[in-house]
Nanobody, 124 residues
Framework: QVQLVESGGGLVQAGGSLRLSCAASGSTSSIYAMGWFRQAPGKEREFVAAIAWNRGTPDYSDSVTGRFAVSRDSAKNTVSLQMNSLKPDDTAVYYC?????????????????WGQGTQVTVSS
């Protein structure tokens, strides 16, 4: 089992920045990749970013490419999401997730473990 705890959400004005962190504990040696997803009210949970745990190759959705950056610290078992140039459309609950899978990292069903989520609100 893997436990995930997110932190760093909050309220920010459009154009501002936030940094989310996700601390992993438990059987972290089994993790292949970590992902960030978000879910706005009335919408499906959508892929934001993912990074392979050991090789560190990031992947981003089109909507955040160039604005968000995902990084990991394997020694500390943490993954971070630096969010810059935030827009009101970025408002959502952000979830950290971990997967054993090497495939379909943009698909929420590929992930085995989820954090509780952290709210990000961007005001216009």
């Amino acid at each position: 089992q893997v436990q995930l705890v997110e932190s760093g959400g909050g309220l920010v004005q459009a154009g501002g920045s936030l940094r989310l962190s996700c601390a992993a504990s438990g059987s972290t040696s089994s993790i292949y990749a970590m992902g960030w997803f978000r879910q706005a009210p009335g919408k499906e949970r959508e892929f934001v970013a993912a990074i392979a745990w050991n090789r560190g190759t990031p992947d981003y959705s089109d909507s955040v490419t160039g604005r968000f950056a995902v990084s990991r610290d394997s020694a500390k078992n943490t993954v971070s999401l630096q969010m810059n140039s935030l827009k009101p459309d970025d408002t959502a609950v952000y979830y950290c997730a971990a997967t054993w899978s090497v495939l379909r990292l943009r698909t929420k069903n590929a992930y085995n473990f989820w954090g509780q989520g952290t709210q990000v609100t961007v005001s216009s």
